[in-house]
Protein backbone atom coordinates (compact mmCIF):
# COMPACT_ATOMS: atom_id res chain seq x y z
CA UNK A 1 0.00 0.00 0.00
CA UNK A 2 2.57 2.23 0.90
CA UNK A 3 4.79 1.09 -2.37
CA UNK A 4 1.66 2.35 -4.03
CA UNK A 5 1.30 5.85 -2.41
CA UNK A 6 5.31 6.63 -3.38
CA UNK A 7 4.73 5.40 -6.97
CA UNK A 8 1.94 7.63 -7.30
CA UNK A 9 3.38 10.65 -5.60
CA UNK A 10 6.33 10.66 -7.57
CA UNK A 11 4.37 10.25 -11.06
CA UNK A 12 1.93 13.10 -9.93
CA UNK A 13 5.31 15.11 -8.95
CA UNK A 14 6.82 14.01 -12.42
CA UNK A 15 3.61 15.52 -14.02
CA UNK A 16 3.82 19.02 -12.29
CA UNK A 17 7.60 18.96 -13.24
CA UNK A 18 6.96 18.65 -17.22
CA UNK A 19 4.01 21.00 -16.59
CA UNK A 20 6.09 23.65 -15.58
CA UNK A 21 8.86 23.33 -17.16
CA UNK A 22 6.76 23.28 -20.23
CA UNK A 23 5.26 26.24 -19.13
CA UNK A 24 8.10 28.37 -18.47
CA UNK A 25 9.99 27.27 -21.92
CA UNK A 26 6.48 27.97 -23.49
CA UNK A 27 7.03 31.54 -21.73
CA UNK A 28 10.79 31.67 -22.73
CA UNK A 29 10.46 31.31 -26.25
CA UNK A 30 6.95 33.24 -27.01
CA UNK A 31 7.99 36.55 -25.86
CA UNK A 32 11.48 38.57 -26.72
CA UNK A 33 13.38 40.54 -24.13
CA UNK A 34 12.44 44.30 -24.32
CA UNK A 35 15.18 46.99 -22.50
CA UNK A 36 13.60 50.22 -21.01
CA UNK A 37 15.95 52.66 -21.18
CA UNK A 38 15.68 55.38 -18.34
CA UNK A 39 17.28 58.31 -17.68
CA UNK A 40 16.84 59.84 -14.29
CA UNK A 41 18.31 62.17 -11.97
CA UNK A 42 19.51 61.53 -8.27
CA UNK A 43 16.93 63.77 -6.40
CA UNK A 44 13.82 64.02 -9.22
CA UNK A 45 10.66 63.23 -6.98
CA UNK A 46 8.90 62.30 -10.94
CA UNK A 47 11.98 60.00 -11.42
CA UNK A 48 11.05 57.90 -8.54
CA UNK A 49 7.61 57.60 -8.61
CA UNK A 50 8.52 55.96 -12.01
CA UNK A 51 11.36 53.80 -10.29
CA UNK A 52 8.29 52.69 -8.43
CA UNK A 53 6.09 51.61 -11.84
CA UNK A 54 9.26 50.36 -13.23
CA UNK A 55 9.96 47.34 -10.26
CA UNK A 56 6.42 46.57 -10.50
CA UNK A 57 6.53 46.13 -14.32
CA UNK A 58 9.80 44.13 -14.01
CA UNK A 59 8.84 42.03 -11.25
CA UNK A 60 5.43 40.76 -13.31
CA UNK A 61 6.84 40.03 -16.53
CA UNK A 62 11.15 38.87 -16.23
CA UNK A 63 11.18 39.20 -20.03
CA UNK A 64 11.67 43.67 -19.71
CA UNK A 65 14.69 44.81 -18.61
CA UNK A 66 15.28 48.10 -17.41
CA UNK A 67 18.94 50.19 -18.35
CA UNK A 68 19.08 53.30 -16.46
CA UNK A 69 21.26 56.14 -16.80
CA UNK A 70 21.77 58.81 -14.02
CA UNK A 71 22.05 62.16 -15.70
CA UNK A 72 22.24 64.67 -13.60
CA UNK A 73 26.03 64.16 -12.14
CA UNK A 74 26.86 61.39 -14.26
CA UNK A 75 29.07 63.17 -17.32
CA UNK A 76 29.45 59.75 -19.86
CA UNK A 77 25.29 59.42 -18.81
CA UNK A 78 24.74 62.75 -20.42
CA UNK A 79 26.29 62.26 -23.39
CA UNK A 80 24.77 58.60 -23.93
CA UNK A 81 21.81 60.81 -23.82
CA UNK A 82 21.99 63.22 -25.79
CA UNK A 83 22.62 60.08 -28.30
CA UNK A 84 19.21 59.01 -27.91
CA UNK A 85 18.11 62.36 -28.18
CA UNK A 86 19.96 63.12 -31.72
CA UNK A 87 18.91 59.61 -32.59
CA UNK A 88 15.01 59.79 -31.87
CA UNK A 89 15.06 63.62 -32.54
CA UNK A 90 14.10 65.22 -29.01
CA UNK A 91 16.10 68.04 -27.18
CA UNK A 92 16.89 66.19 -23.51
CA UNK A 93 16.04 69.54 -21.51
CA UNK A 94 14.06 67.54 -18.14
CA UNK A 95 14.07 64.13 -16.35
CA UNK A 96 12.98 61.60 -16.71
CA UNK A 97 13.14 60.39 -20.06
CA UNK A 98 12.39 56.79 -20.94
CA UNK A 99 12.90 55.25 -24.06
CA UNK A 100 11.18 51.99 -25.27
CA UNK A 101 12.25 50.30 -28.95
CA UNK A 102 11.97 53.81 -31.03
CA UNK A 103 9.42 55.72 -28.79
CA UNK A 104 10.32 57.89 -25.84
CA UNK A 105 8.52 59.69 -23.21
CA UNK A 106 9.34 62.77 -21.27
CA UNK A 107 8.32 63.19 -17.54
CA UNK A 108 5.90 60.42 -15.92
CA UNK A 109 2.29 59.96 -14.45
CA UNK A 110 0.38 57.11 -14.12
CA UNK A 111 -1.67 57.42 -17.66
CA UNK A 112 2.72 57.57 -19.34
CA UNK A 113 3.23 54.49 -17.21
CA UNK A 114 0.46 52.55 -18.70
CA UNK A 115 0.89 54.09 -22.19
CA UNK A 116 4.55 52.36 -21.62
CA UNK A 117 3.50 48.86 -20.42
CA UNK A 118 1.49 48.79 -23.48
CA UNK A 119 4.69 49.42 -25.82
CA UNK A 120 7.01 46.76 -23.86
CA UNK A 121 3.84 44.30 -24.49
CA UNK A 122 3.60 44.86 -28.10
CA UNK A 123 7.37 44.93 -28.57
CA UNK A 124 7.86 41.25 -27.00
CA UNK A 125 5.50 39.76 -29.24
CA UNK A 126 7.93 41.34 -32.14
CA UNK A 127 11.25 39.06 -31.84
CA UNK A 128 12.78 42.02 -34.35
CA UNK A 129 11.24 45.23 -32.64
CA UNK A 130 13.85 48.48 -32.85
CA UNK A 131 16.23 48.95 -30.23
CA UNK A 132 18.21 52.19 -30.00
CA UNK A 133 20.28 51.49 -27.03
CA UNK A 134 21.21 48.23 -29.46
CA UNK A 135 22.03 50.47 -32.66
CA UNK A 136 23.83 53.21 -31.14
CA UNK A 137 26.10 50.35 -29.63
CA UNK A 138 25.21 51.30 -25.77
CA UNK A 139 24.86 48.48 -22.98
CA UNK A 140 21.75 46.84 -23.07
CA UNK A 141 22.16 44.52 -20.24
CA UNK A 142 24.20 46.24 -17.76
CA UNK A 143 23.07 49.25 -15.13
CA UNK A 144 25.05 51.98 -15.63
CA UNK A 145 26.83 52.88 -12.21
CA UNK A 146 25.05 55.61 -10.20
CA UNK A 147 28.17 56.53 -8.01
CA UNK A 148 29.18 55.21 -4.72
CA UNK A 149 27.74 55.50 -1.07
CA UNK A 150 29.69 58.33 0.54
CA UNK A 151 31.38 58.61 3.62
CA UNK A 152 28.68 58.79 6.10
CA UNK A 153 29.24 59.68 9.96
CA UNK A 154 26.76 59.47 12.57
CA UNK A 155 26.52 63.11 14.64
CA UNK A 156 24.33 63.64 17.80
CA UNK A 157 21.22 65.04 17.43
CA UNK A 158 21.75 65.78 13.62
CA UNK A 159 22.28 62.01 12.90
CA UNK A 160 23.88 60.78 9.26
CA UNK A 161 25.89 63.43 7.77
CA UNK A 162 27.51 62.82 4.38
CA UNK A 163 31.36 64.11 4.43
CA UNK A 164 31.24 64.06 1.08
CA UNK A 165 29.36 67.17 0.51
CA UNK A 166 32.06 69.02 2.73
CA UNK A 167 32.55 71.07 -0.57
CA UNK A 168 28.93 72.76 -0.40
CA UNK A 169 30.18 73.32 3.50
CA UNK A 170 32.64 75.82 2.04
CA UNK A 171 31.14 76.95 -0.27
CA UNK A 172 27.88 77.84 1.82
CA UNK A 173 30.15 79.69 4.38
CA UNK A 174 31.98 81.92 1.55
CA UNK A 175 28.25 82.52 0.36
CA UNK A 176 26.96 83.43 3.37
CA UNK A 177 29.86 85.63 4.61
CA UNK A 178 29.49 87.82 1.31
CA UNK A 179 25.70 87.86 1.52
CA UNK A 180 25.85 89.26 4.99
CA UNK A 181 27.59 91.93 3.89
CA UNK A 182 24.55 93.35 3.15
CA UNK A 183 24.32 97.58 2.72
CA UNK A 184 20.80 97.29 3.17
CA UNK A 185 20.52 94.71 6.42
CA UNK A 186 23.57 97.09 8.10
CA UNK A 187 22.11 100.55 7.31
CA UNK A 188 18.93 99.42 9.46
CA UNK A 189 20.46 97.64 11.84
CA UNK A 190 22.79 100.50 13.01
CA UNK A 191 20.30 103.24 12.66
CA UNK A 192 17.48 101.26 14.29
CA UNK A 193 20.41 100.78 17.21
CA UNK A 194 21.29 104.01 16.77
CA UNK A 195 17.86 105.60 17.90
CA UNK A 196 17.58 103.44 20.60
CA UNK A 197 20.60 104.51 22.08
CA UNK A 198 19.18 107.61 22.60
CA UNK A 199 17.35 105.47 25.81
CA UNK A 200 20.24 105.09 27.67
CA UNK A 201 19.10 101.78 28.48
CA UNK A 202 21.68 98.99 27.33
CA UNK A 203 18.14 96.51 28.58
CA UNK A 204 16.95 98.02 25.40
CA UNK A 205 19.59 97.86 23.12
CA UNK A 206 19.55 94.12 23.92
CA UNK A 207 16.00 93.54 23.77
CA UNK A 208 15.39 95.21 20.23
CA UNK A 209 18.59 94.12 18.92
CA UNK A 210 18.24 90.55 19.66
CA UNK A 211 14.37 90.48 18.46
CA UNK A 212 15.01 92.06 15.35
CA UNK A 213 18.36 89.82 14.41
CA UNK A 214 16.12 86.87 15.73
CA UNK A 215 13.01 87.53 13.56
CA UNK A 216 15.19 89.04 10.67
CA UNK A 217 17.10 85.80 10.99
CA UNK A 218 13.48 83.54 10.71
CA UNK A 219 11.80 85.49 7.95
CA UNK A 220 15.09 84.94 5.57
CA UNK A 221 15.52 81.45 6.26
CA UNK A 222 11.89 80.66 4.97
CA UNK A 223 12.43 82.76 2.37
CA UNK A 224 15.79 80.98 1.50
CA UNK A 225 13.89 77.15 2.05
CA UNK A 226 11.21 78.66 0.14
CA UNK A 227 13.44 79.24 -2.92
CA UNK A 228 15.29 75.75 -2.24
CA UNK A 229 12.06 73.81 -2.25
CA UNK A 230 10.59 75.62 -5.48
CA UNK A 231 14.47 74.12 -7.31
CA UNK A 232 14.21 70.98 -5.63
CA UNK A 233 10.90 70.06 -6.76
CA UNK A 234 11.70 71.42 -9.93
CA UNK A 235 14.06 68.88 -10.61
CA UNK A 236 17.00 69.64 -13.41
CA UNK A 237 16.06 71.75 -16.47
CA UNK A 238 19.05 73.25 -18.05
CA UNK A 239 16.97 76.65 -18.84
CA UNK A 240 16.47 76.86 -15.09
CA UNK A 241 20.09 76.85 -14.45
CA UNK A 242 20.57 78.98 -17.41
CA UNK A 243 18.15 81.49 -16.10
CA UNK A 244 19.74 81.25 -12.36
CA UNK A 245 22.70 82.55 -13.77
CA UNK A 246 21.25 85.32 -15.72
CA UNK A 247 19.94 86.49 -12.25
CA UNK A 248 23.09 86.09 -10.70
CA UNK A 249 24.34 88.20 -13.85
CA UNK A 250 21.70 90.93 -13.22
CA UNK A 251 22.23 91.60 -9.49
CA UNK A 252 25.75 91.44 -10.10
CA UNK A 253 26.13 93.72 -12.60
CA UNK A 254 23.68 96.29 -11.07
CA UNK A 255 25.14 95.88 -7.75
CA UNK A 256 28.54 97.00 -9.48
CA UNK A 257 26.96 99.35 -11.52
CA UNK A 258 26.46 101.02 -7.88
CA UNK A 259 30.12 100.78 -7.08
CA UNK A 260 30.21 103.55 -9.64
CA UNK A 261 26.81 105.72 -9.65
CA UNK A 262 25.19 104.58 -6.42
CA UNK A 263 21.73 104.59 -6.24
CA UNK A 264 21.00 105.83 -10.06
CA UNK A 265 18.67 103.84 -12.71
CA UNK A 266 17.97 100.37 -11.26
CA UNK A 267 19.33 99.77 -7.66
CA UNK A 268 18.53 96.61 -5.42
CA UNK A 269 19.04 99.30 -2.46
CA UNK A 270 16.28 100.90 0.31
CA UNK A 271 15.27 103.81 -1.92
CA UNK A 272 15.44 107.53 -0.33
CA UNK A 273 11.86 107.34 -0.32
CA UNK A 274 11.41 104.65 2.01
CA UNK A 275 13.77 105.60 4.29
CA UNK A 276 11.83 108.58 6.02
CA UNK A 277 9.23 105.69 6.58
CA UNK A 278 11.44 103.35 8.28
CA UNK A 279 12.85 106.06 10.17
CA UNK A 280 9.24 106.76 11.37
CA UNK A 281 8.69 103.01 11.87
CA UNK A 282 12.16 102.54 14.13
CA UNK A 283 11.39 105.65 16.36
CA UNK A 284 7.99 104.39 17.44
CA UNK A 285 9.77 100.97 18.08
CA UNK A 286 11.31 102.64 20.34
CA UNK A 287 9.61 105.43 22.14
CA UNK A 288 5.85 104.38 22.14
CA UNK A 289 6.13 101.32 23.99
CA UNK A 290 6.27 101.35 27.73
CA UNK A 291 6.34 98.00 28.73
CA UNK A 292 8.72 95.09 27.70
CA UNK A 293 6.26 92.63 26.10
CA UNK A 294 5.35 95.54 23.48
CA UNK A 295 9.39 96.59 22.74
CA UNK A 296 9.47 92.78 21.83
CA UNK A 297 6.47 92.67 19.64
CA UNK A 298 6.84 96.46 18.37
CA UNK A 299 10.89 95.30 16.97
CA UNK A 300 9.48 91.60 15.98
CA UNK A 301 6.54 93.90 13.40
CA UNK A 302 9.57 96.32 12.58
CA UNK A 303 11.74 92.98 11.28
CA UNK A 304 9.29 91.19 9.16
CA UNK A 305 8.54 94.66 7.35
CA UNK A 306 12.32 95.26 7.34
CA UNK A 307 12.79 91.86 5.80
CA UNK A 308 10.60 92.15 2.97
CA UNK A 309 12.28 95.66 1.87
CA UNK A 310 15.58 93.65 2.12
CA UNK A 311 14.94 90.89 -0.18
CA UNK A 312 15.33 93.21 -3.28
CA UNK A 313 18.41 93.71 -1.80
CA UNK A 314 19.82 90.36 -0.97
CA UNK A 315 17.61 87.59 -3.08
CA UNK A 316 20.46 87.23 -5.46
CA UNK A 317 23.09 84.88 -3.21
CA UNK A 318 20.16 82.84 -1.73
CA UNK A 319 19.14 82.00 -5.46
CA UNK A 320 22.57 81.31 -6.10
CA UNK A 321 23.35 79.01 -3.03
CA UNK A 322 19.53 77.56 -2.93
CA UNK A 323 20.40 76.21 -6.42
CA UNK A 324 23.46 74.89 -5.81
CA UNK A 325 22.37 72.25 -2.95
CA UNK A 326 19.37 71.55 -4.53
CA UNK A 327 21.19 70.19 -7.53
CA UNK A 328 23.59 68.25 -5.05
CA UNK A 329 20.54 66.44 -3.44
CA UNK A 330 21.65 66.62 -0.28
CA UNK A 331 19.42 65.09 2.46
CA UNK A 332 16.93 66.67 4.52
CA UNK A 333 19.98 66.36 7.81
CA UNK A 334 22.98 68.19 5.63
CA UNK A 335 20.43 70.69 4.02
CA UNK A 336 19.44 72.23 7.81
CA UNK A 337 23.40 71.63 9.04
CA UNK A 338 24.03 73.91 5.48
CA UNK A 339 21.27 76.65 6.25
CA UNK A 340 22.65 76.98 9.59
CA UNK A 341 25.83 77.74 8.63
CA UNK A 342 24.72 80.02 5.98
CA UNK A 343 22.71 82.08 8.96
CA UNK A 344 24.99 82.10 11.03
CA UNK A 345 27.87 83.48 8.92
CA UNK A 346 25.60 85.38 7.20
CA UNK A 347 24.65 87.28 10.94
CA UNK A 348 28.58 87.25 12.19
CA UNK A 349 28.70 91.35 10.61
CA UNK A 350 25.02 92.26 12.18
CA UNK A 351 26.16 90.51 15.62
CA UNK A 352 29.56 91.99 15.21
CA UNK A 353 27.66 95.99 14.92
CA UNK A 354 24.78 94.66 17.33
CA UNK A 355 27.06 93.69 20.24
CA UNK A 356 29.85 96.81 19.59
CA UNK A 357 27.30 99.20 20.25
CA UNK A 358 25.50 97.18 23.15
CA UNK A 359 28.86 97.06 25.03
CA UNK A 360 30.41 100.66 24.19
CA UNK A 361 26.86 102.62 23.90
CA UNK A 362 28.56 103.87 21.10
CA UNK A 363 27.08 103.64 17.52
CA UNK A 364 28.42 103.91 13.85
CA UNK A 365 26.36 103.67 10.73
CA UNK A 366 26.62 102.33 7.47
CA UNK A 367 27.93 105.33 5.25
CA UNK A 368 27.51 105.33 1.39
CA UNK A 369 31.30 104.82 0.69
CA UNK A 370 31.29 101.71 2.67
CA UNK A 371 27.76 100.68 0.86
CA UNK A 372 29.87 101.22 -2.55
CA UNK A 373 32.42 98.72 -1.45
CA UNK A 374 30.55 96.40 -0.21
CA UNK A 375 28.10 96.26 -3.43
CA UNK A 376 31.53 96.17 -5.70
CA UNK A 377 32.50 93.06 -3.70
CA UNK A 378 29.21 91.35 -3.77
CA UNK A 379 28.60 91.92 -7.58
CA UNK A 380 31.98 90.48 -8.58
CA UNK A 381 31.17 87.63 -7.07
CA UNK A 382 27.63 87.23 -8.23
CA UNK A 383 28.97 88.22 -11.69
CA UNK A 384 31.52 85.53 -11.14
CA UNK A 385 28.94 82.73 -9.74
CA UNK A 386 26.76 83.81 -12.57
CA UNK A 387 29.44 82.51 -15.20
CA UNK A 388 30.59 79.84 -13.71
CA UNK A 389 26.95 78.42 -13.12
CA UNK A 390 26.10 78.86 -16.81
CA UNK A 391 29.23 76.92 -18.40
CA UNK A 392 30.91 75.05 -15.88
CA UNK A 393 29.07 74.50 -12.14
CA UNK A 394 30.52 71.39 -11.63
CA UNK A 395 33.60 73.89 -10.44
CA UNK A 396 31.45 74.08 -7.58
CA UNK A 397 31.60 70.61 -6.60
CA UNK A 398 35.86 70.61 -5.98
CA UNK A 399 37.15 72.00 -2.85
CA UNK A 400 39.57 73.86 -4.90
CA UNK A 401 38.14 74.67 -7.82
CA UNK A 402 35.36 76.47 -5.71
CA UNK A 403 38.29 78.15 -3.53
CA UNK A 404 40.33 78.90 -6.70
CA UNK A 405 36.50 80.81 -7.80
CA UNK A 406 36.20 83.03 -4.87
CA UNK A 407 39.94 84.11 -5.06
CA UNK A 408 39.49 84.70 -8.60
CA UNK A 409 36.70 87.11 -7.31
CA UNK A 410 38.24 88.74 -4.65
CA UNK A 411 41.26 89.22 -7.27
CA UNK A 412 39.00 90.83 -9.60
CA UNK A 413 37.41 93.40 -7.04
CA UNK A 414 40.75 94.14 -5.82
CA UNK A 415 41.96 95.07 -9.13
CA UNK A 416 38.52 96.91 -10.07
CA UNK A 417 39.51 99.05 -6.83
CA UNK A 418 43.59 100.15 -8.08
CA UNK A 419 42.23 100.21 -11.58
CA UNK A 420 39.86 102.83 -10.07
CA UNK A 421 41.03 104.43 -7.70
CA UNK A 422 44.79 104.39 -8.24
CA UNK A 423 45.42 104.13 -12.07
CA UNK A 424 42.58 105.81 -13.74
CA UNK A 425 43.02 109.31 -11.55
CA UNK A 426 46.47 109.24 -12.12
CA UNK A 427 45.95 109.78 -16.23
CA UNK A 428 43.20 112.31 -15.74
CA UNK A 429 39.91 109.81 -15.82
CA UNK A 430 37.27 109.61 -13.56
CA UNK A 431 34.49 107.26 -14.06
CA UNK A 432 30.90 107.08 -11.52
CA UNK A 433 30.10 109.86 -9.09
CA UNK A 434 32.18 109.20 -6.19
CA UNK A 435 34.28 111.85 -6.60
CA UNK A 436 31.72 114.51 -7.34
CA UNK A 437 29.70 113.50 -4.22
CA UNK A 438 33.10 113.91 -2.46
CA UNK A 439 33.24 118.04 -4.22
CA UNK A 440 29.89 118.68 -3.28
CA UNK A 441 29.88 117.66 0.35
CA UNK A 442 32.90 119.44 1.03
CA UNK A 443 31.35 122.56 -0.44
CA UNK A 444 29.06 122.20 2.27
Known amino acids: ?36 YFFWGDGCPHCEDEWVFLNDLTSRNLNINVVDYEVWYDKDNQKILLEFGQSLGFEPVAVPITVIGDRYWVGYTDALGAEMEAAANTLMENPDHPDIGKQLNGSSSETSPTGEAGRVINLPIFGSVDLDQQTLFISTAIIGFVDGFNPCSLWVLSVLLAITLYSGSRKKILVVGI ?102 CTAGFPVIWSNLVASNNVSLVTYLLLLGLYMLIYLLDELAVFGTIAVTMRASRVEEKHGRLLKLASGVIMVTLGVVMAFNPELMNKISSSLLVFLFALALTLLVLVVHRRLLPAMGIQIGDEVKKKKARKRH
Not at 21 to 35: H, L, Y
Not at 217 to 233: A, D, H, K, N
Not at 250 to 275: E, M, P, R
Open 1 to 36: MVKHKIIRFTLAALIAAMFLTSAVSAQDTGNSEVNI
Open 211 to 312: TFLLVTTIVYSLFISGVFTLLSYIGYLKWIQILIALVALVFGLVNIKDYFWYKQGVSFTISDKKKPKLYENMRSTVTDTRTMLGLIGSSAALAVGVSFVEFS
